[in-house]
């Protein structure tokens, strides 16, 4: 038997919408672990937010920033940074329009502006303070994913002047931006190849619009009974919600736990 890999979300899949690691979820994981199926987390979270959870789960391979920082058994293996000019230039746009923006390494991150109630307000939801202000922090450094916080259509003004990047919304007031082309799928599939496996054997967990890439590529795609409808589109199959333990669920009705 191909020994098999699951990338698993972390919002709305691994964490519920308390943002807490249901029990069960848990030990879903550690039980996959000890059958020799090969676990991961694909998050739009810097690694540096999640700490904490891949130690209480014993995972050290792990996709951040939607793709764009890769660590496989604890080694960065990928990484695709924004482009600086162009950072720049979206950054001065924002900054005229009174858009604030977080720019963030793989070791912390830098919002635009001293105080927003947009951005406390979102990363609150992640039970994240606002961070320190610091407007040149993407400058000599790789940023691998930004925030801009904009609320509506006011994205498609980014959209249509920086194509260098993707805009992923995720909150009604903030959107990730990301070099053009970088998603999950990306990630798993860099990760897939050091790993030395198929993309046939790859199994992946989500819930938002910056898992619908992956859901779509891998062998398998979960989408959460909570997921947004585009996710469950793409989705082999849909399991429960986070809160119903949708994660061990899916896997023995997968048959990756029996």
Known sequence: ???KIAFFDIDGTLLDHDKKLPENTKQAILDLKDQGVFCAIATGRAP????ELREELG???FISFNGQYVVFEGEEIYTNPLSEPDLEQLHKHAESNDHPMVFMSHEEMKASVPDHHHIEESLGTLYIDHPKEDASFFKGRNIYQSLIFCVGDEIEEYRETYDAF???????VSCDVLPRGGSKALGIMKMVEA???SMEDTYA???GLNDIEMIREVG???AMGNAVPETKAVSDFVTSDVGEDGISHAIYELGLLK
């Open 205 to 207: 967990f989500g819930d």
């Open 1 to 3: 038997m191909n020994k």
């Open 220 to 222: 398998t795609g979960v």
């Open 48 to 51: 540096f937010m999640y700490k």
């Open 195 to 197: 790993a030395g496996l």
């Open 166 to 172: 993707d805009y992923i919304r995720w909150h009604p």
């Open 59 to 61: 995972i050290d391979s």
